[in-house]
């Protein structure tokens, strides 16, 4: 997936940001290593604990990540917009 230049259409439409930062994302080879690493010790954990515990493991997980969705998509759009200033 070729990734388009950050512009301000893309800024301003949640979708194309998100399918941008993606596309940085899936071409880069340690975020493909580290998400395999990730998905190995998720199985074992799966396996180390009953039922319950991962299921709160799993809410908890969630809760991280839409925090991280927040944080990135935050950071993006406050560089584009240091980088807007500079012009």
Known sequence: M???KL???IMVNYGAMADA???VLVSSKKHKALSKKIRRWGR???KAVDAEAWMLYLRLEELMN???VLEQDLLVAWAFEQGRKRR
């Open 44 to 46: 074992r954990l799966h």
């Open 21 to 23: 930062i993606n596309g």
């Open 2 to 4: 070729n990734t388009p």
């Open 66 to 68: 839409d925090r991280a």
């Open 7 to 9: 512009s301000r259409k």
